[in-house]
T-cell receptor, first 113, second 114 residues
Framework: GQQLNQSPQSMFIQEGEDVSMNCTSS?????WLWYKQDPGEGPVLLIA?????ELTSNGRLTAQFGITRKDSFLNISASIPSDVGIYFC?????????????FGKGTRLHILP | EAGVAQSPRYKIIEKRQSVAFWCNPI?????LYWYQQILGQGPKLLIQ????????DSQLPKDRFSAERLKGVDSTLKIQPAKLEDSAVYLC????????????FGPGTRLLVL
């Protein structure tokens, strides 16, 4: 079946650093989604991308939908302690009422004291 | 506005036992989803309901998993009998119009099968 490769698997950074993570797939999607999940909670949507090449920002977060429709990246600028958590990408294919959504395995962000 | 509610939050059972999870979606949301999230993985969609009808259950292990949404509001997910590999967080999500719209997730039920 379809799979998403999300990298890196985990990151250890200093507060204030910028962060970059990405997802790639062997299949195309028509929507890319980025979620954040805190411990004991469900994922919360950060950014949704609907068009190849689209670059969207949400505060310190910026995400892009790759031109090939097979990849996406998420950048976080000037990280702060509350950015700690697991970030998931999800690719979505909506076609002829046969909608599919697939999540990556997550990038675990740790901020060093 | 109240979010998606799930219960119980935690459940520990022995293999071969049965277990049921309950989800109350956001009021007015016609679409309801159940996901399985194994430790270290992203969520995997098990089943999607539109009102009380099943839209997609292609990844639901139907030999042991079942789900229903009889009145198109609350939903229950059942595992019978449970296996060790069913240990996971079971997430419920809802929205109004299917996957083309933002999903709102509940906090999940953490299941441990011993």
């Amino acid at each position: 079946g379809q799979q998403l490769n999300q990298s890196p698997q985990s990151m250890f950074i200093q507060e204030g650093e910028d962060v970059s993570m990405n997802c790639t797939s062997s299949s195309i999607f028509n929507t890319w989604l980025w979620y954040k999940q805190d411990p004991g909670e469900g994922p919360v949507l950060l950014i949704a991308l609907y068009k190849a090449g689209e670059l969207t920002s949400n505060g310190r977060l910026t995400a892009q939908f790759g031109i090939t429709r097979k990849d996406s990246f998420l950048n976080i600028s000037a990280s702060i302690p509350s950015d700690v958590g697991i970030y998931f990408c999800a690719g979505q294919l909506t076609m002829n009422r046969d909608d599919k959504i697939i999540f990556g395995k997550g990038t675990r962000l740790h901020i060093l004291p | 506005e109240a979010g998606v509610a799930q219960s119980p939050r935690y459940k520990i059972i022995e293999k071969r036992q049965s277990v049921a999870f309950w989800c109350n979606p956001i009021s007015g949301h016609a679409t309801l989803y159940w996901y399985q999230q194994i430790l270290g993985q992203g969520p995997k969609l098990l089943i999607q309901f539109q009102n009380n009808g099943v839209v997609d259950d292609s990844q639901l292990p139907k030999d042991r998993f079942s789900a229903e949404r009889l009145k198109g509001v609350d939903s229950t997910l059942k595992i019978q009998p449970a296996k060790l590999e069913d240990s996971a967080v079971y997430l419920c999500a809802s929205n109004s119009r299917g996957l083309q719209e933002t999903q709102y997730f509940g906090p999940g039920t953490r299941l441990l099968v011993l």
